[in-house]
Nanobody, 124 residues
Framework: QVRLVESGGGLVQPGESLRLSCSDSNATYSRPCMAWFRQAPGKTREGVANICADDRANYAESVKGRFTISKVKAEDILYLQMNDLKLEDTGIYYC??????????????????WGQGTQVTVSR
């Protein structure tokens, strides 16, 4: 099992940027696919973006063009660069890992490793 830890959340104003990081501390094995999910107040968890070992990335339509998912293979670090943040981006952001089945999926049930989350608040 991997141990995922998120960081980089905070309070920002609309239009500003933020970068989230996720590291698999003390992992026993790596997962081929990694993703970011978020849960806004009063809403269910939704997939934001994922990336697999083949470097193919997928994004939710709501963040396409604004968010970028990337990774540093040598350090097992996953990033989510968030630009032009909007009020509706507010929520707890989680990183997650899965097998190859997740390559074309942003469905939470497909992922089997999760971090504890980091809070992102976008407010005027």
């Amino acid at each position: 099992q991997v141990r995922l830890v998120e960081s980089g959340g905070g309070l920002v104003q609309p239009g500003e940027s933020l970068r989230l990081s996720c590291s698999d501390s003390n992992a026993t094995y790596s997962r081929p696919c990694m993703a970011w999910f978020r849960q806004a107040p009063g809403k269910t968890r939704e997939g934001v973006a994922n990336i697999c070992a083949d470097d193919r990335a997928n994004y939710a339509e709501s963040v396409k063009g604004r968010f970028t998912i990337s990774k540093v293979k040598a350090e097992d670090i996953l990033y989510l660069q968030m630009n032009d943040l909007k009020l509706e981006d507010t929520g707890i952001y989680y990183c997650a890992g899965a097998g190859w089945r997740a390559s074309v999926s942003l469905v939470a049930s497909v992922y089997d490793s999760w971090g504890q989350g980091t809070q992102v608040t976008v407010s005027r």
